[in-house]
């Protein structure tokens, strides 16, 4: 069974920053690409951040500039550092192998106010 579970979600005010990760397991992290999702409150999952096999990333445009994925194929894990922090990027957040976060997993949640 496929495992992701984001983390390091929490209270920040704008500005501020947040580094979350996503542990993977049960599935050959290294040979996927994979994709950061929010869902923020009364809205539908919507598709922040992909980042290829390779490595190579794409980014919502509302986020670009702002965050940036990373994985660690060693350690089977993705992260997303995020700065600026806006308080629409308030929602929790999930990472999973495919845009419609079909395997998303458990998410964090991100808070961003005053």
Same mark, same amino acid.
Request: hydrophobic share 30%; charged share 20%.
């Given at each position: 069974e496929v495992q992701l579970q984001a983390?390091?979600?929490?209270?920040? /005010?704008?500005? $501020?920053a947040l580094r979350l990760s996503c542990a993977a397991s049960s599935f050959p992290f290294s040979n996927? *690409? @994979?994709?950061?999702l929010r869902q923020a409150? $009364?809205?539908? &999952?919507?598709?922040?951040?992909?980042?290829?096999?390779?490595?190579a990333t794409r980014y919502?445009?509302?986020?670009?500039?702002?965050?940036?994925?990373?994985r660690d194929? *060693?350690?089977?894990t993705l992260? &997303? /550092? @995020?700065?600026? &922090?806006?308080?629409?990027?308030t929602a929790v957040y999930y990472c999973a192998r495919?845009? @419609?976060g079909l395997d998303?997993? /458990?998410?964090? &949640?991100?808070t961003v106010s005053s």
């Open positions: 983390s390091g979600g929490g209270w920040v /005010q704008p500005g $501020g996927n *690409a @994979m994709y950061w409150p $009364g809205e539908e &999952l919507d598709w922040v951040s992909v980042t290829s096999v390779s490595g919502k445009d509302s986020v670009k500039g702002r965050f940036t994925v990373t194929n *060693a350690k089977n992260y &997303l /550092q @995020m700065t600026s &922090l806006k308080p629409e990027d495919n845009p @419609m998303r997993g /458990q998410g964090t &949640l991100v």
